[in-house]
């Protein structure tokens, strides 16, 4: 199967962790891991990337309260096709959240829950997408990135490197 992985983000802050952990992944991987990883700026990105992918993973910083888990941690979201945007949260699948609940941040012109709705429409949207939402509370420009969120990116990382190579943790 075909993995993709994405790094949405920018220079500002704690908006660089989905960047931050493409990079780590490339760190931690092995020459038996196989997947492609992208950094993106906006989401519109996506639609570029998705030709022959089968399983995709989003990792793009968002609000803290959003997460509602303690500092450091991050939170795995399965995209639901074909329900208007609404994600499962992968400790407690039966809970549903819609996607445009869930801001990411960073200076995106087009949302990704719009960006992910019209892959779906266009017939692009992979069978299996994810989205990794790292928790941070500095976006500003200038900001650097905060101790919590260079946690999150490593836990993020690892869990999601486990996640692709036995595929456990994103099969319901």
Same mark, same amino acid.
């Given at each position: ?34 997947? +492609?990883?992208? @950094? !993106?700026?906006?989401?519109?990105? &996506?639609?570029?990337? $998705?030709?022959?992918? =089968?399983? /995709? ?44 609940? +869930?801001?990411? @941040? !960073?200076?995106?012109?087009?949302? &990704?829950?719009?960006? $992910?709705?019209?892959? =779906?429409? /266009? ?50």
């Amino acid at each position: 199967m075909t993995t993709l992985v994405v790094g949405l983000g920018s220079n500002h802050g704690d908006d660089q962790a989905g960047w931050l952990v493409t990079e780590m992944l490339k760190e931690l991987r092995s020459d038996s891991d196989s997947f +492609i990883s992208r @950094r !993106g700026r906006v989401p519109l990105d &996506l639609l570029d990337w $998705l030709d022959g992918v =089968e399983i /995709l993973h989003i990792c793009d910083a968002c609000e803290i309260s959003q997460v509602d888990k303690p500092s450091g941690s991050t939170r795995m979201l399965e995209y639901l096709r074909g329900q208007n945007g609404r994600l499962a949260d992968s400790t407690a699948p039966e809970n549903t959240v819609t996607a445009a609940r +869930i801001r990411t @941040r !960073g200076s995106h012109d087009f949302e &990704l829950p719009a960006v $992910l709705q019209l892959a =779906e429409q /266009l017939g692009k949207l992979p069978d299996h997408v994810f989205l990794w939402a790292i928790p941070g509370s500095r976006f500003r420009p200038g900001d650097e990135i905060s101790s919590e969120t260079r946690l999150a990116v490593r836990i993020a990382a690892e869990q999601l490197l486990h996640a692709i190579r036995g595929n456990s943790a994103c099969e319901r």
